[in-house]
């Protein structure tokens, strides 16, 4: 089956809307870099630690590397599994892809087998691209282990490999003559539809495996445009981003929102000492706090960073005020913002109030977004100022997962209303009609921005032969809001933590989602409607957490 028959689309006439009303256009992703550059050449388009590029710099060397790609074997619709961190030539590796029509799997450099086996056979990728590191875990290798066996994975890619790692490098694929390479890239993109799919992107999902997000040129490059136009950015806005860069928001709110007004990106890293340098000596004027990094306000270099900063948007969680008066104090506008890999983005506006900014997480960015807020498991709306689901639609939020008819049958509403699974309230706030985001019904630990699905921790637990049930649970934490703690039943002698670590690294689990606590319990409760009952062992793991035990 192609991959179109495992999309489903927009309706043609609400396509026909969008385009007319002038929020989709009508170039894919790597034209919309090309025009952009052709506008501001000289200025700065990305900066990082490892080094800076112009726009025109960017646009010739992944016009080049695009040409090395298509040389290379994979042909335009090819899925790539990239697992990049946040350097330079992760948005050279990312624009290049795009340029040759490939179709960029964004996963984290933090996934292993488990997740990467899953994902890379249901999208059939043909290519992992990976980067080289001197230290820490082997990604090169991981990605020559994966290639075993896997029926349609033809090439590893690699980027900052030194001669010799196996693996072919995407520094020497981009050795290619730039007037060749602008005029293949022209040939590739002419055949691209700006409907089509631009990149697939993973569910923060509740299912075994991550579910996948298809994204289409037009309609993310205006998920990233509105996202800039309601921050107020024009082309002199230079935006930090500190968070994965190759995931939804590192795409949309950092590289496609900054070059959509012709701004520059500063590419930090997640690691404060080594970014904060960054920000404060490029001038940074915006950027996006996921909850992991709220704890900036303490950092001593917090000042410096805010010494250009016009604008902050936290995101990921409840804001503690502390945190919005630290950045208040520092002269800066402060504001909220929730967004998903599904789409739909709300946005504190220029105009909300302090109240509106610190207490909720503003409106829809974009005037054709449309939401309701359900009755949860029915389409019978609630009156605003009633906590229900959130389920959105609009012109950036997608209308199904990839290949996914039953999960899609249940995860939007019959007139294709994305079913969130968060709870929110609607208020007026200095009259904004405000979303304010109340919990959740869906079954993740959202650990530092990072999800974790209970469901597929949970299964893999099981698979242990001493383990009889298990539930994983979000157990609060002052650093990373939450961190997953699973409540385990056993035939015999309580397991140690390092055996339950051994066993689920034997099983190529991503660290990050391991269970950082252990609860041993004869059994776990149920409702009394004979279901699990989460909802007890959170509330058991939060007052033991807040007594110190
Ligand atoms: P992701 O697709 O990984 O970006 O995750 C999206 C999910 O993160 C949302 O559905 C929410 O559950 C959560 N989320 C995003 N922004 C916020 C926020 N400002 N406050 C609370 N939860 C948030």
């Known amino acids: ?184 890239v022209e040939a590739i993109q002419a055949a691209i539809d700006p409907d089509d799919v631009a990149c697939f992107q993973l569910s923060g999902g509740t299912t075994g495996v991550p579910k996948i997000i298809p994204r ?48 520059t990106l500063v590419l930090g890293t997640p690691v404060l000492d080594q970014a904060l340098p960054l920000v404060a000596r490029e001038r940074t004027t915006d950027v996006l706090i996921g909850h992991g990094h709220f704890g900036i306000v303490d950092h001593p270099l917090f000042d410096e960073a805010m010494a250009s900063m016009k604008r902050v948007v936290l995101s990921g969680a409840k804001v503690p005020e502390r945190v919005f008066e630290a950045f208040e104090n520092r002269g800066v506008w402060v504001g909220q913002k929730f967004g998903m890999g599904e789409g739909f983005f709300a946005m504190s506006t220029a105009a909300s109030t302090r109240e ?19 009755e949860p498991g029915t389409e019978t709306e609630v009156p605003d100022g009633t906590v229900g689901e959130l389920a959105c639609r609009g012109p950036y939020t997608i209308r199904g997962y990839f290949d996914a008819p039953d999960i899609n049958a249940s995860a939007f509403t019959s007139d294709g209303f994305y079913r969130t699974g968060d709870l929110v309230a609607v208020r007026t706030v200095g009259g904004e009609r405000s979303i304010s985001v109340e919990g959740r019904i869906k079954d993740l630990i959202n650990r530092g921005g990072e999800k974790v699905s209970a469901e597929e921790v949970e299964l893999l637990l099981m698979r242990h032969p001493r383990i009889v049930a298990a539930a994983v649970v979000a157990m609060p934490d002052e650093r990373l809001g939450e961190r997953a703690c699973a409540y385990l039943v056993t035939t015999g002698e309580p397991l140690t933590m390092s055996e339950i670590q051994e066993h689920l690294s034997s099983l190529s689990l991503a660290k990050f989602k391991w269970p950082e606590r252990l609860e041993w319990v004869p059994e776990l409760p149920k409702t009394p409607v004979g279901k699990l009952d989460k909802k007890l062992l959170q509330r058991d793991i939060a007052a033991k957490v807040s007594r110190g035990r």
Request: glycine letters at 10%.
């Open 216 to 263: 289409l040129h037009a309609e993310y490059w205006y998920n990233a445009r509105s996202y800039a136009e309601a921050g107020g950015w024009d082309e002199n806005t230079r935006v930090a981003h500190l968070i994965p860069i190759i995931h939804n928001a590192g795409i949309t709110c950092g590289l496609h929102a900054a070059h959509s007004v012709g701004g």
């Open 1 to 184: 089956m192609g991959a179109t028959a495992r999309l489903v689309p927009y309706p043609a006439d609400t396509v026909r809307r969008y385009r007319s009303a002038g929020l989709w256009g009508t170039r894919t992703i790597g034209a919309e870099l090309h025009h952009i550059a052709g506008q501001r050449a000289s200025h700065p388009a990305v900066v990082a630690a490892d080094g800076a590029l112009t726009y025109a710099d960017l646009d010739e060397v992944t016009d080049r590397l695009a040409l090395g790609l298509a040389d290379a074997g994979p042909a335009p619709g090819d899925r790539v599994v990239v697992q990049l961190t946040n350097r330079l030539q992760s948005i050279v590796a990312w624009y290049g892809m795009v340029k040759a029509g490939l179709i960029p799997v964004c996963t984290l450099a933090a996934h292993r087998a488990h997740e990467i086996g899953a994902i890379s056979r249901k999208v059939g990728a043909v290519a992992h691209l990976v980067e080289w590191s001197q230290s820490g875990f082997d990604l090169v290798a991981f990605a020559v282990e994966q290639q075993a066996g896997h029926p349609t994975m033809r090439l590893v890619l690699t980027t900052g490999a030194p001669a010799g790692t196996p693996g072919t490098s995407i520094e020497r694929l981009a050795d290619t003559d730039p007037g060749l390479a602008r005029k293949r």
């Open 356 to 374: 509106a900014r610190l207490t909720t997480v503003g409106v829809p960015v974009s005037p054709y977004d449309e939401f309701r807020v359900l």
